[in-house]
């Protein structure tokens, strides 16, 4: 059974920067897509940002409302392969609530990787909450 392991987030003032850490379980295989959703109370599940790591590259993929604002990124290391960060900067008070950590084993197409119910594997979330 694969786990997904969310880190960071918290509290930040609007401006500011966080980081999100996700890891999934060490015995896991290769994830060779991984992304992040977030969900405000009230708010539909929403794509932020993926990376698709395949035998051509790594490809990276940004939700229109945190372009520019937000980076995604995977170690690369054999041991830490299946862990991607989300540099979130700029932070504003929409940008507040659950983010959530996704992958799968395959390696999703450009009509996929938005989509939530192409990944097989879900963290737990972890709250953002940026105040004004």
């Known amino acids: 059974q694969v786990q997904l392991v969310e880190s960071g987030g918290g509290f930040v003032q609007a401006g500011g920067s966080t980081r999100l850490r996700c890891t999934a379980s060490?015995?896991?295989?290769?994830?060779?897509?991984m992304a992040w959703f977030r969900q405000a109370p009230g708010k539909e599940r929403e794509f932020v940002a993926s990376?698709?790591?395949?035998?051509?590259?790594?490809?990276?993929?940004?939700?229109d409302s945190v372009k520019g604002r937000f980076t995604i990124s995977r170690d690369t290391a054999g041991n830490t392969r299946n862990t991607v960060n989300l540099q979130m900067n700029s932070l504003n008070p929409g940008d507040s609530a659950i983010y959530y950590c996704?992958?799968?084993?395959?390696?999703?197409?450009?009509?996929?990787?938005?989509?939530?119910?192409?990944?097989?594997?879900w963290g737990q979330g972890t709250q953002v909450t940026v105040s004004s």
């Open positions: 996704a992958a799968d084993t395959i390696w999703l197409t450009p009509a996929q990787y938005m989509d939530a119910s192409k990944y097989d594997y």
């Open positions: 060490r015995d896991s295989a290769t994830m060779n897509s």
């Open positions: 990376v698709i790591w395949t035998s051509a590259g790594t490809r990276v993929y940004y939700g």
